[in-house]
């Protein structure tokens, strides 16, 4: 299995990058630390997105407490 494949089962629903880190991030290690901070953190995400097909957000990161992954719709 391949890393794109073994990350579907922590997909979770989301419009875009953005919105997936809106909802999944923990705000105050996302949009709490400014604006600049977050836009870089989206073109990251954006950037692994488009590179691996998938992205991720981490078990320390994420609201869930556990690794969630986003794939476009």
């Keep these: ?5 073994k990350f579907k089962e922590y997909q979770m629903p989301a419009e875009s ?3 997936f880190l809106d909802r999944y991030y ?5 949009r709490g630390r400014g604006d ?15 590179q691996n097909g998938y992205d ?7 609201i869930t ?3 969630v992954a986003y794939y476009e719709p």
Excluded: C, W
């Design 17 to 19: 990058v953005e919105d």
């Design 36 to 50: 600049d901070y977050a836009q870089t953190l989206i073109e990251s995400h954006q950037s692994d997105l488009e």
């Design 65 to 67: 407490g556990r690794i």
């Design 56 to 62: 991720i957000i981490s078990h320390h990161d994420s």
């Design 26 to 30: 923990k705000p105050d290690r996302f």
């Design 1 to 5: 299995m391949n890393m794109k494949e």
